[in-house]
RNA sequence: GGCGAUGUGGCCGAGUGGCUGAGGCAAGGGCCUGCAAAGCCCUCUACCUGGGUUCGAUUCCCAGCAUCGCCUCCA
């Protein structure tokens, strides 16, 4: 039974299905307006690791992840750099899915955008606007938050302790707005903006709108998860399932929220402090599995430094790793040892413990490895359950390489000379095949060579 | 002001009312090795502060301190 922390109870509970053998999971995807920061690595990483396991356990496993090409940062970006926005967005999210392939990060099965469900935007709007849940003023359509009866659900907050304080902050539309949190539903355009026709007057949808309708109409009501960034938590969340619950519509019987990546000094790094190290300078310097290990190490709604000392962890954790696969490389075929795997699934079924998950990892290549070098017969199911865990996990080892055949030589030269006590050739040659890149491992049974 | 989270050994990072305490990285010692590497074994350093509950608290409760997040569009 696969339990999972709700967000909105406070509590881990299991995960229901409303089929049987399949889940439905929406993930909030980007706004494609500039490159990736790691956030965005964490939570796709977070959700690729979800998926993979729920898969893994043989769950069929649809995952919808929303694109957002309509927005007001990428209208700003376009002014500013005078470009059409449409570039913008298909450049971003193009640079988008790179990084995500790089990350080893599973494509979600469906990847709807905004701009194309613009139309049933529009007609959920209208049946709001039909039943005087939401209304139009000046500058656009606004729902009505005051009669949403459990308003503030995630927040875990109501409305009149969220604006009791901190009112500091200027209130969008504050001047129109029948309620300071009201949120729009429809922005009429300024000219030259982008825009859709709407009863109301031309103009583009709402952010927290999208979500729902896209939601709504892949998954249907009631669909099992709904997963994002902990900063979506309020006001994204809480204004989609307000218009799900202003529809009258069963939204997300679930809701899970990976936390923040902090900088060193612990603060929240995100687009708009604008401290960040973006998820592509972090791929370009490091093994792109190092942060995908950072997070397996860390549980998900815990926050997590990204920093030098951390990821040159990870990096050192990996070759351990990428080591022990080349060294089980040559062990024969077996069925991954039952224990430990009934143990890799409880301590994921709880919570998604990969931290726990990860000790479990690393102490059955430990037991492997000792049982390789005792000659025991349980190394090829306990390397076995090690792949398989890795497989659970996305985590592509690196073992055996290909190894070209000049290198090969060398290395046949290398055992050569060994055997023949001409060290000094032996070691000259080693020196070389390092210098070039390789790691050499010298053993009993002869030279393995690997990058 | 409201709501919430966190505070663990050299570093990162789990976890638990006692049976002395994951895992990773680093350090030291040993085994293996021609020497290394890889691997195995061993060792070192903990639970923010002050109260309380308890036979016993790092773990529960209260208070405080510190850091952080959310409180209208950032994953």
């Known amino acids: 039974m696969f339990r999972l922390y709700d967000s909105a109870t406070s509590e881990v509970r299991e995960l229901r299905l409303r089929t049987p053998g399949r889940v439905g999971i929406y993930l909030c995807g980007p706004t494609v307006y500039g490159p990736p920061h790691l956030g965005h690595g964490r939570a796709t990483l977070v959700y690729d690791i979800l998926r993979r396991y729920l898969e893994w356990t043989g769950l069929e496993v649809r995952l919808v992840s929303n694109i957002t090409d309509i927005d007001d940062k990428i209208i700003d970006r376009a002014n500013r750099e005078s470009r059409p926005w449409q570039e913008i967005t298909h450049k971003c999210e193009d640079v988008w899915f790179r990084a995500m392939e790089k990350l080893n990060v599973q494509r979600p099965t469906d990847v709807p955008h905004a701009t194309e469900y613009v139309d049933q935007m529009v007609d959920m709007i209208a049946t709001l606007v039909a039943s005087d849940r939401a209304y139009v003023t000046g500058d656009g359509v606004y729902l009505s938050v005051d009669d949403i009866d459990d308003y503030g659900l995630l927040a875990h907050q109501s409305l009149d302790d969220m604006l009791s304080g901190g009112g500091e902050r200027e209130v969008f539309g504050a001047g129109n707005k029948r ?6 539903l429809w922005k009429f355009s300024k000219p030259g903006e982008p825009s859709w026709p709407s009863p109301w007057g031309d103009g583009r949808p709402g952010w927290h709108s999208e979500c729902v309708v896209m939601s709504l109409e892949l998954l249907g009501e009631g669909f099992d998860l709904h997963c994002g960034g902990m900063d979506l938590k309020f006001p994204h969340h809480e204004n989609e399932r307000a218009q799900a619950v202003a529809l009258g519509k069963e939204f997300a019987n679930h809701w899970m929220h990976n936390g923040f990546v902090v900088d060193a000094e612990g603060e929240k790094m995100s687009k708009s402090l604008g401290n960040v190290a973006n998820l592509l300078d972090l791929m370009d310097l490091y093994d792109p599995r190092a942060y995908r290990m950072v997070l397996l190490q860390t549980h998900y709604r815990g926050p997590v430094r990204v920093g ?50 990860t000790a479990l990892l690393f102490d059955t290549v430990r037991r492997a490895n000792a049982a390789i070098d005792a000659g025991g017969s349980e190394a090829a199911s306990l390397a076995a359950a090690v792949h398989e865990i890795c497989r659970a996990f996305g985590l592509v080892l ?5 190894v070209p055949a000049d290198v090969a030589a060398k290395a046949a030269a290398l055992d050569a000379a060994r055997a023949a006590k001409d060290f000094a050739t032996a070691d000259a040659l080693r020196a070389e095949l ?18």
Do not use: C, Y
């Not at 309620?179 to 729009?184: E, S």
């Not at 690196?398 to 290909?402: S, T, V």
């Not at 390092?434 to 050499?440: E, N």
């Open 308 to 357: 030098q000392d951390n990821i040159d962890a990870a990096v050192s954790a990996l070759a351990g790793l990428d080591a022990f696969a080349a060294r089980a490389a040559s062990l024969g075929e077996a069925a991954p040892d039952p224990e430990t795997m009934v143990s890799f699934r409880d301590r994921m079924d709880d919570d998604l413990d990969t931290p726990a998950a």
């Open 179 to 184: 309620h300071p949190a009201d949120f729009a």
């Open 434 to 451: 390092q210098a070039d890149g390789w790691i050499v491992e010298t053993t009993k049974t002869g030279t393995a060579i690997r990058r």
């Open 398 to 402: 690196k073992g055996a390489a290909d």
